[in-house]
């Protein structure tokens, strides 16, 4: 008779525990697939305003240089239309945040650097720990009470 029940303890606490594992590994799947779509939309907003920015300075960058071509003929001085030069690379490179390949290039560095230079992304000291977390937790709890005493 204990056997038997040992045996039906030992099935349903394997049994526990598989239902367990697949319950943390579906909470992960979820998990991640949240934080990718957060991603995705972040970017996109990015994304959104990176354009909204563009067509602002599109209209400025077409007034201010229609204003310094109109005063450079008035007043015969070609020097007026300088500004115009790194204005252009703003807006060029607004452009190509905003419509072109900026952000797939960026991408693609990114996945190169991933794939050469980890130590150049690698945190310093590694990655914290457990007992890290811990020491830092009591610490700013410390600091918390000391504080709450010092204001009374």
């Keep these: 008779m204990g056997l038997g029940m040992s045996r039906m303890m030992d099935e349903n606490l394997k049994k526990q525990q598989e239902f367990m594992l697949l319950t943390q590994r579906l909470q992960l799947e979820r998990q991640l697939a949240m934080q990718n779509l957060m991603r995705e939309r972040q970017m996109a907003m990015q994304l959104a305003t990176a354009r909204q920015t563009f067509t602002y300075f599109s209209a400025f960058f077409v007034i201010t240089t229609l204003g310094l ?3 450079s ?3 015969k001085q070609a020097r007026l239309l300088v500004p115009v030069i790194p204005l252009a690379f703003v807006l060029a490179y607004q452009y190509d945040f905003a419509y072109g390949r900026l952000i797939q290039r960026a991408r693609h560095e990114a996945e190169s650097i991933l794939d050469s230079n980890v130590e150049l992304v690698a945190m310093p000291g590694g990655v914290p720990g457990f007992d890290e977390l811990e020491k830092a937790r009591r610490a700013q ?9 010092v204001q009374r």
């Design 69 to 71: 071509a109109a005063g």
């Design 73 to 75: 003929i008035r007043r």
């Design 141 to 149: 709890n410390k600091l918390a009470v000391l504080s709450l005493d």
